[in-house]
């Protein structure tokens, strides 16, 4: 499976911007996305997931503000709205395999300005 990532940019905080990820390849056997971020210095941190059958669940500090979604086998979307300077981050698409395996996109850099 192959993933690639794009939507990220610079936004005024209070705005929005629209996550990405592409999935290709091997995408039927895929079981769930997730969306993580990192900062320098930082672990990466999960964000969002969705799985099949439409289950998605967010981190605390985006619920109310972040909505994953899925279009069909091939694009996973992250919809930041309300963003704060903390979101700034790379942001990482992840695709779980029903083998447990996992597949990794590049980042994105989202940075959120004060």
């Known amino acids: 499976v192959q993933l690639q990532a794009s939507g990220g940019g610079l936004v005024q905080a209070g705005g929005s911007l629209r996550l990405s990820c592409a999935a290709s390849g091997n995408v039927f056997s895929i079981n769930a996305m997730r969306w993580y971020r990192q900062t320098p210095g930082k672990q990466r941190e999960w964000v969002a997931i969705y799985q099949s059958g439409g289950y998605t669940d967010y981190a605390d500090s985006v619920k109310g503000r972040f909505a994953i979604s899925r279009d069909g086998l091939g694009e996973t979307t992250l919809q930041m709205t309300s963003l704060k300077p903390e979101d700034t981050a790379v942001y990482y698409c992840?695709?779980?395999?029903?083998?447990?395996?996992?597949?990794w996109g590049k980042g994105t850099q989202v940075t959120v300005s004060s």
């Open positions: 992840n695709a779980e395999l029903n083998t447990g395996i996992d597949y």
